[in-house]
């Protein structure tokens, strides 16, 4: 899954995702009073794009060039509040303590030694600040997946709560029926969600 692998797909569609924020990220987010956010893995924008428009400033970042454009001429209500970036988050840790919330929606970290990509994504949550995590679950992934591909290859959030605990205060740990339709293509009716908070 490089970014010849991203590129291609949104070639292969004029667009993607519906256009829409996650409903995971609508529902967990809504109440968070705005500041630094990182979307990583944004993909079309529409995340970015919701948290903007509440008032935070978004580092939006994807591997996909062709992804960042489709989101950047999206937003053009929004101008000055998304920083569209281009970059490989599991190559290249986000800068440490910057964000008030990380949003790590269907982003497909693997698992690693060491949890090097992961621990960069944790350590870039600001003291105080909101890590959001959600993916399909893993039933779904399991019945769905791609010929070849193996969840337990992944991170799912119980394997980040162990590493949060005790640690960070773990408001939300379960999974929950999808709100919305799944992506064209996709039959995922479940979403796995964890929603922790630093301490400060």
Same mark, same amino acid.
């Given at each position: 899954m490089d970014t010849e692998y991203? #590129?291609?797909?949104?070639?292969?569609?004029e667009?993607?995702?519906? &256009?829409?924020?996650?409903?995971?990220?609508?529902a967990e987010a809504a109440g968070l009073p705005p500041g630094r956010a990182l979307d990583a893995g944004c993909g079309e924008g529409a995340d970015a794009r919701w948290l903007a428009r509440r008032g935070w400033q978004v580092t939006a970042v994807d591997v996909s060039g062709l992804?960042?454009?489709?989101? *950047?001429?999206?937003?053009?209500?929004? #101008?000055?509040?998304? *920083?569209?970036?281009?970059a490989d988050l599991l190559a290249a840790p986000p800068p440490t303590g910057a964000y008030d919330l990380v949003s790590v929606h269907y982003f497909p970290l693997r698992r690693r030694p060491g949890h090097a990509?992961?621990? &960069?994504?944790? #350590?870039?949550?600001?003291? &105080?600040?909101?890590?959001?995590?959600?993916?399909?679950?893993?039933?779904?992934?399991?019945?769905?997946?791609?010929?070849?591909f193996d969840p337990a290859d992944y991170y799912q959030p119980g394997d980040i709560a162990e590493l949060l605990a005790p640690a960070?205060?773990?408001?939300?740990?379960e999974t929950r029926p999808r709100t919305t339709p799944p992506s064209a293509g996709t039959r995922h009716t479940h979403d796995a969600v964890l929603r922790a908070r630093r301490p400060r």
């Open positions: 991203w #590129d291609a797909m949104y070639r292969g569609r667009q993607v995702f519906s &256009g829409n924020p996650n409903a995971v990220l609508v992804a960042l454009r489709r989101a *950047a001429a999206a937003a053009t209500d929004v #101008d000055g509040r998304v *920083a569209w970036t281009r990509a992961l621990r &960069g994504l944790l #350590d870039a949550v600001a003291p &105080g600040g909101t890590l959001l995590f959600a993916t399909h679950a893993p039933a779904d992934l399991a019945r769905h997946g791609e010929p070849g960070w205060d773990i408001l939300v740990h």
